[in-house]
C-alpha cells in the first residue's frame, strides 16, 4: 500500500527565510499530491496541489515541486512569516473514492 | 464562503458509551468522508459515503462504527460502544465530486473516552 514520510518532524527557521519541506512516498504515483496546513487544534486546510505531469505550482509565496523520478514533493514558504508556524501535511488520493492518506506532517516554527 | 462545520467540538464519554458526531458538509458537495487524527500521530482515513451508502471504508471502521445522512444536510459518524482508544480528533470532510480532487475539512471533533 501506498506510504507517505515527511522526514522533518519540525523545522525552525528566521523569519524572513525561505522554509523547505519533503514528502516522501514509496509506491505508485499518483496523479497529483496535496499539500495542507494544520493548525492545532483545528482540521487541515487546502493549499496546493499538484499533477503528476507538473514540475512545479506556485501560489503566492508557495511554491511546490513534484518529482514522480525521485517520488518526491518539496513544499516551498519564501519570506516566511511567524503567521506561517503550523504543520504542514503531504496527502496523497489512497483509493477509488478518493480517500486521502496522509503524512504525518513537518511542524513549522517561524521565529521573528 | 461555505464549509464544514462540526458539532460538538469537544465530547466527554464514559467507555462503553454511544457516541454520535455530527457533520453539515458544504450544501452543493456529493462526496462525504470521515478521518480520525490521534493526538499526535497522522490523519488516518475512516470512510467514505457517496449516493446515500458507504463508498469505501478503512480497517479501522469496524462494526462499531457507522455513518449515517440523515436528511439533506447532516452527516453523522456514530460510535456504538466507545473504547479508550477511540479517543481523537474526527474530522469530516467533503468533496464536490468524484472528479474532484480537493477534499474541504471542518473543524473537527475532540472525542476523549474515559
Known amino acids: 500500500s501506498q506510504k507517505i514520510e515527511q522526514n522533518s518532524e519540525a523545522l525552525n527557521i528566521q523569519e524572513g527565510k525561505t522554509a523547505t519541506l519533503t514528502c516522501n512516498y514509496t509506491?505508485?504515483?499518483?496523479?497529483?499530491l496535496q499539500w495542507y496546513r494544520q493548525d492545532p487544534g483545528r482540521g487541515p486546510v487546502f493549499l496546493l496541489l499538484?499533477?503528476?505531469?507538473?514540475k512545479e505550482k506556485r501560489k503566492e509565496r508557495l511554491k511546490v515541486t513534484f518529482d514522480t523520478t525521485l517520488k518526491q514533493s518539496l513544499f516551498h514558504i519564501t519570506a516566511s512569516q511567524p503567521a506561517d508556524s503550523a504543520t504542514y501535511l503531504c496527502?496523497?488520493?489512497?483509493?477509488?473514492?478518493?480517500?486521502?492518506?496522509f503524512g504525518k506532517g513537518t511542524k513549522l516554527s517561524v521565529k521573528p | 464562503e461555505p464549509e464544514v462545520t462540526q458539532t460538538p467540538s469537544h465530547q466527554v464519554t464514559q467507555m462503553g458509551q454511544e457516541v454520535i458526531l455530527r457533520c453539515v458538509p458544504i450544501?452543493?458537495?456529493?462526496?462525504f468522508y470521515w478521518y480520525r487524527q490521534i493526538l499526535g500521530q497522522k490523519v488516518e482515513f475512516l470512510v467514505s459515503?457517496?449516493?446515500?451508502?458507504?463508498?469505501?471504508k478503512s480497517e479501522i471502521f469496524d462494526d462499531q462504527f457507522s455513518v449515517e445522512r440523515p436528511d439533506g444536510s447532516n452527516f453523522t459518524l456514530k460510535i456504538r460502544s466507545t473504547k479508550l482508544e477511540d479517543s481523537a480528533m474526527y474530522f469530516c470532510?467533503?468533496?464536490?465530486?468524484?472528479?474532484?480532487?480537493?477534499?474541504?475539512f471542518g473543524p473537527g471533533t475532540r472525542l476523549l473516552v474515559l
Open positions: 470532510a467533503s468533496k464536490t465530486s468524484g472528479g474532484a480532487e480537493t477534499q474541504y
Open positions: 459515503f457517496y449516493n446515500n451508502e458507504i463508498s469505501e
Open positions: 509506491n505508485y504515483s499518483p496523479a497529483y
Open positions: 496527502a496523497l488520493v489512497g483509493g477509488s473514492q478518493g480517500n486521502l492518506i
Open positions: 450544501s452543493n458537495h456529493l462526496y
Open positions: 499538484i499533477r503528476e505531469n507538473e
